[in-house]
């Protein structure tokens, strides 16, 4: 790298990113076949970052790239407050302590597995957001549009004088945020344990525990389509 990186923005967030894990959003692979399928390919310009964070639950919080791009180099000077860019670029997701999914991002969507309970046992079920323009604008009847205004709660830091695990550092406030997307929820119930999933361009990854064969457990890969 021959020049020094430079400072471009700074945006402030409203809660603490604490324990975080990120997730960066990853290239389709294969095209997708039909018309109605279509709709759902990611904008190359917008993209997805998917960070989540653990205080008291787990919150999930997905960031349009698309406020990273044009920006003024008169915001380097004062970092953005969050009022200014958080509500309209930013959809947030809260996790219960019990039931937490599992996450991953493709493009400018993301792939939720829920984890569910029932009386005889649980199970996961998917969930897809698409949060591409183009899949609000022309989704023909798939899915369900969001676009109302959602509000979560979540804890906010008091000041940088308490020790992370200590509880008076946080007191909870709530977020309203409203970056509009299309909801596709799958009626199908995942049984068994979920190890993870995967999802690229009409495709979903499923990893489960499988059957013991011999004594051993035998991991089983399914692959099933978006829609």
Not at 54 to 62: A, E, M, N, Q, V
Not at 84 to 112: A, F, K
Not at 155 to 168: D, I, K, S
């Amino acid at each position: 790298m021959s020049e020094t990186p430079r400072l471009l923005a700074c945006f402030l967030l409203l809660f603490p990113l604490v324990d975080t894990e990120h997730y960066l959003p990853t290239m389709y692979g294969s095209q997708l076949r039909t018309q109605a399928q279509s709709m759902y390919t990611s904008d190359p310009e917008h993209r997805l970052l998917c960070l989540t964070s653990s205080i008291d639950k787990r919150t999930i919080c997905l960031i349009s790239t698309k406020i990273f791009f044009d920006i003024d180099e008169a915001t380097v000077i004062m970092p953005i407050p969050w009022n200014d860019w958080g509500p309209g670029h930013v959809h947030v997701v809260e996790q219960s302590v019990m039931h937490v999914s599992i996450t991953h991002v493709s493009g400018n969507r993301v792939l939720l597995a829920d984890e569910m309970a029932s009386k005889r046992h649980g199970y996961y079920k998917l969930r897809m957001m698409d949060f591409s323009p183009l899949a609000v604008t022309n989704r023909r009847g798939l899915g369900r549009v969001v676009k109302e205004r959602s509000t979560v709660t979540v804890a906010v830091q008091r000041g940088p004088n308490f020790e992370w695990y200590n509880e008076l550092k946080y007191y909870y406030s709530t977020v309203e945020t409203a970056l509009p997307y299309v909801e596709v929820v799958s009626d199908r119930k995942i049984s068994g344990l979920l190890q993870d999933v995967w999802m690229d361009g009409d495709r979903i990854y499923l990893l489960l525990d499988g059957p013991y064969i011999g004594g051993t457990l035998k991991p089983k890969l399914e692959v099933i389509d978006i829609y």
